[in-house]
């Protein structure tokens, strides 16, 4: 075996990686691995580190009924807004809100394991004329319920996306972390004729450019309306549409030559909006300065009225024909008093 000297290794290493990414590119363009993309310029915005991983899994395999079967884990996430960064930030365990089919790699045995995302996009996401794109390695879009959504070029090679419980999603067989390559109904053969998919009004995910996708629209609107990265503008905003499967055609190849889009476009073809402020990280638990769920922080709840020193006068505010109800310690509230010209209440604890 030819062995190199050190220093010619090293000068040859960028010449052996530009050919092993090249390899893989034209290996994605004519359908086969995908590992590169399609334009050596698709966009890593994290999602993948193994610092987002706990220690929290499920080894076991087969159907998962939720919550019973997943052993103490349950969906969280949070939906905040940052107002002083302008960003719409999520946070999840990463953890599915319904059933699953655990399946395990036999070469490479991997569990389900909960996650600590902290995802940042643009608030209000800035549309651009040149198109980015996605990456075939890490999340594109995350579905409200915090679990991530991954392109369709791995899950069409390895087969995965023509399952019958492909809409469940699936772990990651190096990272054990759930994610999604459809956006139909979980519990849904997608691939059926029929399959039930949400209406064009309803909004599944937030791409990592910021824009929201949308429920499919039927196929002749989506060939006439939808651009190449499955996005048009209604009222002014753009958004993102879903694809029914009836409208992709697998046996072309992944990437569209000589473009940024692809063929395989279920979810997305490729992003329209700014990237630059868009990031997956850990979770620190650190929530300052955020808006979450549409509910700030709450402030401490403002303290009780005193107690009345004289309950009939208190009630006679509420009408002269108004009493305190018997057998009450403290008379603050008109709920502590009754009208004399109704049914007398009955007493709120037993003699």
Sequence with gaps: ?????????????????????????RRLQTGDFPTFGCSLTEAHRGGLAPELKTQHCIEREGYLRYPADFHGLRNRVEHCVDPARGERVIFSNGVPDHDIELQRHKARPSPFCEARYQVRMPLQPRYVGEVTEISSTEPIAWRLNGVPLYSSAWAV????????????GHQGSYTSLWHYHLLCEPG?????????????????????DGFGIYGPLPSWRAEAELDECNGRFVNGEYRYHARLWADIDLAKPYCRPGDRDNNWNFALGCYRGDLSRSVVSRDSGDRRNLICDGIPTPAAPPPPAPCATDPQAFC??????????????????QRDCYETTL?????????
């Design 157 to 168: 090679w390895n087969r995965f996306i023509f399952s019958s419980y492909a809409a469940r």
């Design 316 to 333: 006679a505010k509420f009408g002269a024909a108004w009493l305190p109800k018997e057998r009450h310690n403290c008379y603050n509230t």
């Design 343 to 351: 049914p007398p209440p009955p007493p709120p604890f037993p003699a």
């Design 188 to 208: 849904q053969d997608c691939e059926a004729r029929g399959a039930v998919m949400p209406p064009p009004e309803e909004l599944l995910a937030y791409s990592m």
């Design 1 to 25: 075996m030819l062995r190199l000297a050190p220093s010619l290794a090293l000068a040859a290493m960028p010449k052996l990686l530009a050919l092993a990414n090249l390899t893989a590119h």
